[in-house]
């Protein structure tokens, strides 16, 4: 009678014994489980950070085109300011051949004066 009982309770701690083993398996996977959540949190702020990245690498690109045309803006304002200098001096000219025009109708007339207060010769 008590070996047997010794026997049952030996097969019963046998069996515990697996059970142990199979909990402590699971203990470790778990252990892994988490290990691999842990990695997969990382892989998504990477992800995350990856994507404001590339948002500021295209603000960047933006940024820089808007630079060029800036450029070009101020190149053709210094443009335009050359066009402005060269029409005033144009009008400068203008002036002065209306000037030169009226100084040659002045002159025609004083050779008419000077022919008739000369009288004929």
Known sequence: MTTMRLQRTNMTTMRLQRTNMTTMRLQRTNMTTMRLQRTNMTTMRLQRTNMATRKLQRT??????????????????????????????????????????TTMRLQRTNMTTMTLYKGPT
Request: hydrophobic residues 35%.
């Open 60 to 101: 960047n690109m933006t940024t820089m085109r808007l630079q060029r045309s800036n450029m070009t803006m101020m190149r053709l304002q210094r443009t335009n300011m050359t066009t402005m200098r060269l029409q005033r001096t144009n009008m400068t000219m203008m002036t002065l051949q209306r000037t030169n025009m």
